[in-house]
């Protein structure tokens, strides 16, 4: 999808019941596998890529101690630091971005390692996922985490541990978490845990 796709979601992206249920199945899966294994969690400084309106961001500003959200649609970053200013949260920094070597070199909030890069229901939108996650693990520091949620159908579980390896990340684990229901039919979602060893 383009950005100005995503733009015309963004007023109405947080009413959407389906949005909401899978950043708690999200954020469930993340308290579960993942938050307990963060060294200094609540001190620990994040990348959220591709916030959206932030839902999931929220959840994880509560348990550490800095969140970057980035999106590339301003639109969804309106309706996220509209959230923000009115749950009064006071660790969350978000800006309209799209990852790349410029940005990196150019933004100051990107230019300091983060402890985890978590990128929710995004990976499979990009058009060079492998790269992208090539660029998004210099971002993080020696012994921290990427986790990723993803469609099973559009990211395969082997399709996400070669990356995470071409990436110079181990993987920690990977396989179906939850799912979600529809008219359609049931929808499962990968989660993808890797770790930065050096």
């Known amino acids: 999808m383009t950005v100005s796709e995503w733009d015309e979601f963004a007023i109405d992206w947080d009413v959407n019941a389906d949005v909401r249920d899978y950043s708690e199945k999200?954020?469930?899966?993340?308290a579960e596998k993942v938050a307990p294994?963060?060294?200094n969690l609540p001190r620990s400084r994040v990348l959220d890529f591709g916030c959206g309106t932030g839902l999931l961001t929220q959840k994880l500003a509560e348990q550490c101690g800095q969140v970057v959200a980035i999106d590339s649609s301003s639109k969804m970053i309106e309706v996220f630091n509209k959230n923000?200013?009115?749950s009064g949260t006071n660790n969350i920094l978000a800006l309209v971005a799209t990852v790349d070597n410029q940005v990196i070199g150019d933004h100051p909030l990107l230019s300091v390692k983060f402890d985890v890069v978590v990128a929710s229901s995004v990976c499979s939108f990009l058009p060079n996922y492998e790269a992208t996650l090539c660029t998004l693990a210099t971002l993080i520091n020696p012994n921290g985490w990427f986790v990723r949620w993803d469609w099973i159908s559009e990211m395969p579980e082997e399709r996400l541990?070669?990356?995470?390896?071409?990436?110079?990340?181990?993987?920690?684990?990977?396989?179906q978490v939850f799912s979600m229901e529809s008219k359609e039919g049931s929808a499962g979602v990968v989660m993808g845990v890797g770790r930065k060893l050096s």
């Open 84 to 86: 923000i200013e009115e």
């Open 26 to 30: 999200a954020d469930f899966a993340w």
């Open 37 to 39: 294994a963060v060294r």
């Open 161 to 175: 541990m070669n990356a995470f390896e071409a990436s110079g990340l181990a993987v920690q684990s990977v396989g």
